[in-house]
């Protein structure tokens, strides 16, 4: 079974700058997420998706963070403009409901932004 | 709201047992976790455990939970230098997961 895939895995741009990420769920997992991890924090949630529809996204900076996951499965998050403090690891993440293992989430390698 | 704290780093020699601490404030979890990231990957699902326990085995991993003190800790049993890590601690609150800042461990030959 193919893992979360994420692309690109490193992106380096100058601010003001727009940067976009791309993720592919594991087939079947309805939900997916995206987390933002600075350098030696943990994940913090920017938004979570059931299916198509954003039903968490209280966390995005929604003046230059937008997100989409047309039809269900794929989904990009977009910065513009990006600024310095924008630079972090975004992470994606999916899950399916399954009563026996509820909060198990699948992460990728994640996407590595560096603003200059 | 929901806060988890862990202590930062932890050094060990190679077979001796690691011992990860967290502590949590929302009481209505109902799973409490580990994950794991290794450098340069994704984190990865170690164990979880129900609120409504108080220990879990799994292989060289023992899962404890004090509810009572609101604390969970991860023991790993003949570390491996492969354990090297950072280990998060992480509680299911309404609709998702919050993390700590994360434990970084350190196994030495």
């Known amino acids: 079974e193919a893992g979360v895939v994420q692309s690109p895995r490193y992106k380096i741009i100058e601010k003001k700058q727009p940067v976009a990420f791309w993720c592919n769920p594991i087939?079947?997992?309805?939900?997916l997420y995206w987390y933002l991890q600075n350098l030696g924090q943990g994940p913090e949630l920017l938004i979570r998706?059931?299916?198509?529809?954003?039903?968490?996204d209280s966390q995005l900076p929604k003046d230059r963070f937008s997100a989409e996951r047309l039809k269900g499965v794929d989904s990009t998050l977009k910065i513009q403009p990006a600024e310095l403090g924008d630079s972090a690891v975004y992470l994606c993440?999916?899950?399916?409901?399954?009563?026996?293992?509820?909060?198990?989430?699948?992460f990728g390698e994640g996407s590595r932004l560096t603003v200059l | 709201g929901e806060d988890v704290e862990q202590s930062l780093f932890l050094s060990v020699r190679e077979g001796d047992s690691s011992v990860i601490n967290c502590t949590y404030t929302?009481?209505?979890?109902?799973?409490l976790y580990w994950y794991k990231q290794e450098p340069g990957a994704g984190l990865q699902l170690l164990t979880y455990?129900?609120?409504?326990?108080d220990m879990k085995q799994d292989q060289r991993l023992t899962v404890l939970l004090n509810k009572k003190d609101k604390h969970l800790s991860l023991r790993i049993a003949d570390t491996q230098t492969g354990d090297s890590a950072i280990y998060f601690c992480?509680?299911?609150?309404?609709?998702?997961?919050?993390f700590g800042k994360g434990t970084m461990l350190l196994v030495s030959p």
């Open positions: 455990i129900f609120s409504n326990m």
């Open positions: 998706y059931e299916n198509e529809e954003a039903v968490d």
């Open positions: 993440a999916s899950s399916k409901r399954d009563r026996g293992r509820v909060g198990e989430l699948f």
């Open positions: 087939s079947g997992h309805n939900t």
């Open positions: 992480a509680e299911k609150g309404y609709s998702t997961l919050t």
């Open positions: 929302d009481s209505s979890s109902t799973y």
